[in-house]
């Protein structure tokens, strides 16, 4: 595809399930993000991947919060036991090098948790 | 006190005018400074990025740094209705996360 596609787009959970966001980068894109974004807040870090190596995943706020990209394209962002403060956009990037000058985000994910 | 500090406004101009859109920053190591532009229900878009201190210029769209006061700025000319969105800054050390402002919420006024 010609951008970073990220699937659902808008997803209602009941609190306590799991849910599952998947990120598509674009296509050859070495480098992917994950950042969550609350309302009126800018995007907040949650985890970094260089192929399928997760280089840095200080930003996920708690152990319910897991991200794998297991063939260094497609990631997948997992949220088990869901709790009213998940609510957010979720945000995906990718980027063709290691510096992250040219970063590509998708629409998001709109996470409601009720 | 946060990494990044940007005024979340509302701003609200009219049409033609002058924007200036305003971060400071804390950490004296990041090098790469970027903007991007978010419409209401869509993703963040790259404006500009600049590395270092100085100017960079893209048609009504200009971007400063002053690395010795940690402070960046994006100047829009001839704002239009279509300019209306929000503004983040971004900055990073390189190859690691980029830390996002809070966003100025931007509307221009025909």
């Known amino acids: 595809g010609a951008g970073v596609s990220q699937s659902p787009r808008y997803k209602v959970a009941k609190r306590g399930q799991d849910v599952a966001l998947r990120c598509d980068p674009i296509s050859g894109h070495v480098s992917l993000f994950w950042y969550q974004q609350a309302l009126g807040q800018g995007p907040e870090f949650l985890t970094y991947f260089q192929n399928e190596a997760q280089l840095d995943k200080s930003g996920l706020p708690s152990d319910r919060f897991f991200a794998e990209r297991p063939e260094g394209s497609v990631s997948t962002l997992k949220i088990q036991r869901t709790q009213q403060e998940d609510s957010a956009v979720y945000l995906c990037?990718?980027?063709?090098?290691?510096?992250?000058?040219?970063?590509?985000f998708g629409q998001g994910t709109r996470l409601t948790v009720v | 006190q946060k990494e990044v500090e940007q005024d979340p406004g509302p701003l609200s101009v009219p049409e033609g005018a002058i924007v200036s859109l305003n971060c400071t920053y804390s950490n004296s190591a990041f090098q790469y400074f970027m903007w991007y532009r978010q419409y209401s229900r869509k993703g963040p878009e790259l404006l500009m990025y600049?590395?270092?201190?100085g100017n960079k210029e893209d048609g009504r769209f200009t971007a400063q740094v002053d690395k010795s006061s940690k402070y960046i700025s994006l100047f829009i000319r001839d704002s239009q209705p279509s300019d209306s969105a929000t503004y983040l800054c971004?900055?990073?050390?390189?190859?690691?996360?980029?830390?996002f402002g809070q966003g100025t919420r931007l509307t221009i006024n025909p």
């Open positions: 600049t590395y270092s201190s």
């Open positions: 990037a990718s980027f063709p090098r290691s510096v992250n000058t040219e970063a590509f």
């Open positions: 971004a900055i990073s050390q390189g190859a690691q996360k980029l830390v």
